[in-house]
């Protein structure tokens, strides 16, 4: 298992237990509108765009146009997406067959 070690503990724990027992997309919603402000949500929802667009092979240009990220936080994105704890890489293969499979 690769992460940081400084992430973990009790409460970070516990936080991901909650997540994992949400059941649907209602209550993730329900959920994330409680525990963060708007403008955090927005910001976590435009990196997994910025990562899928990346993987996608697409301009710094492209990935501006379409999710007005700064080039700052495309070239975050970029070095966790080669160099972080792959979660991205897991979630972005998730997300792509889950759309192969509706798509069948």
């Known amino acids: 298992m690769s992460f940081n070690a400084k992430l973990k503990d009790e409460l970070t724990d516990q ?14 919603y329900q959920f994330f509108e409680d ?33 007005g990220a700064s080039t700052a936080t ?4 970029k070095k966790c997406l080669h160099y972080g704890a792959d979660g991205y890489k897991i979630i972005l293969t998730r997300l792509a067959e889950q759309e192969d499979a509706v798509k069948r």
């Open 15 to 28: 936080l991901f237990r909650a997540i994992l027992l949400l059941q649907n997309e209602e209550e993730c």
């Open 74 to 77: 495309i070239s975050r994105v």
């Open 35 to 67: 525990i963060c402000t708007i403008s955090e949500l927005k910001s976590l929802a435009q990196r997994l765009e910025v990562a899928r667009m990346i993987s996608g092979e697409h301009t710094y240009s492209a990935i501006v146009e379409r999710t």
